[in-house]
């Protein structure tokens, strides 16, 4: 099963940045649309990026112009630049994959985002 390794987060205030990246256990950005996903609370983990094969990209009204997703084929991560971040960003970052049916990858421990002044 397809594993996942999260990291960057950290303490930040309004407005500044962060670069998170997760490392994938196996190369399988040709067959998977790889996703970022962000849990508040306890409360389920919501998807906010997304990436296909082909390297289109979707993301959440609420971090749309704000978050970008890549991913680099040759060290095996995908990676969120967060750009403006907000108080409401705070929460765990969680990245998967998927082939249109729901995440196939074993959770990974996620990275935790703090936005505070």
């Known amino acids: 099963q397809v594993q996942f390794a999260e990291s960057g987060g950290g303490l930040v205030q309004p407005g500044e940045s962060l670069s998170l990246s997760c490392t994938v256990s196996q190369n399988i950005f040709d067959t998977h649309t790889v996703n970022w996903y962000r849990r508040n609370g306890g409360h389920k983990r919501d998807l906010i990026a997304v990436?296909?094969?082909?390297?289109?990209?979707n993301y959440a009204d609420s971090v749309k112009g704000r978050f970008t997703i890549s991913r680099d084929y040759h060290r095996r991560t995908i990676n969120l630049a967060i750009n403006c971040l907000k108080p409401e960003d705070t929460g765990d970052y969680y990245c998967?994959?998927?082939?249109?049916?729901?995440?196939?990858?074993?959770w990974g421990q996620g990275t935790h985002v703090a936005v505070s002044s």
């Open positions: 998967n994959v998927d082939q249109g049916e729901g995440p196939v990858g074993s």
């Open positions: 990436m296909n094969s082909a390297g289109r990209t």
